[in-house]
């Protein structure tokens, strides 16, 4: 069973999310929350899967909860998923660096978002990968342009060359079984490939690995078109 935390503002927006959510074999929503300070005190007394988190909120906003549910080691299980009503929101780059594992545009389709709720809690990777390789170009492209062109961290030097390929690939949005194609290998190992680029890099997940990949500059806007 997947467990299921709402953080929204607005009332009417998380009983149309629990109506979908409950209605769903194998998904319960355990928890709600109007505001950000609400969420992360929810979060930690029901430890859910899944968090589907508004960026805009009174007092403690999502962006904050965010960070303070990624920076909890007892909560390093929990996945949040950022709700915007904008896909190229300024909130959203900075949320997926503190830790969120992607985002939703709130229209989107019903199956689109019990789908990506799956998805988020077995660590598959992002929703809507080339929205979000859109979002962070975007704002990767502004940091340069304001004097701030990404660095090559050291952390980097510690991957393989293949690493450094799939990272890339994982930047670009593929799944384990595209990366498999792309590279003539098996999905067992492509994925055994990202799990090891993930903790060599310090990343909880793929999300992390797409911020890492733009900042380091093992991938820059523009180049996946």
């Known amino acids: 069973m997947i467990s299921v935390v709402l953080a929204d503002d607005q009332a009417l927006v998380r009983a149309g999310f629990r109506a979908l959510l409950d209605a769903e074999p194998g998904i319960e929503v355990v928890g709600e929350a109007a505001d950000g300070l609400r969420a992360v005190e929810v979060v930690r007394a029901t430890r859910p899967d899944v968090v589907l988190m508004d960026i805009r909120m009174p007092?403690?906003?999502g962006l904050e909860a965010t960070r303070r549910i990624a920076a909890d080691p007892d909560l390093v299980a929990t996945r949040v998923v950022i709700l915007t009503t904008f896909e190229l929101d300024e909130y959203v780059f900075e949320a997926l660096r503190t830790g969120a594992s992607g985002f939703l545009v709130k229209d989107t389709e019903p199956?689109?978002?019990?789908?990506?709720?799956r998805a988020v809690a077995a660590g598959d990777g992002l929703l809507s990968p080339s929205v979000t390789r859109r979002v962070i170009g975007s704002f990767a492209a502004a940091a340069v342009a304001?004097?701030?062109?990404p660095e090559p961290p050291r952390d980097?030097?510690?991957l393989?060359?293949?690493?450094?390929?799939v990272l890339v690939l994982v930047a670009e949005g593929l799944s384990n079984d595209e990366i498999a194609a792309r590279l003539v290998i098996s999905p067992a190992t492509a994925k055994t490939h990202v799990s090891r680029t993930m903790i060599k890099l310090g990343a909880r997940d793929r999300?992390?690995?797409?911020?890492?990949?733009y900042?380091?500059?093992v991938i820059r806007p523009g180049w996946l078109g």
Not at 111 to 117: H, M, S, T, W, Y
Not at 160 to 165: A, I, L, Q, V
Not at 207 to 213: D, I, K
């Open 207 to 213: 999300a992390q690995l797409v911020v890492y990949a």
């Open 146 to 149: 304001h004097g701030r062109p």
């Open 215 to 217: 900042e380091a500059g």
């Open 59 to 61: 007092g403690v906003d």
């Open 111 to 117: 199956v689109d978002l019990l789908r990506g709720v």
């Open 156 to 158: 980097l030097d510690q």
């Open 160 to 165: 393989t060359d293949r690493e450094r390929e």
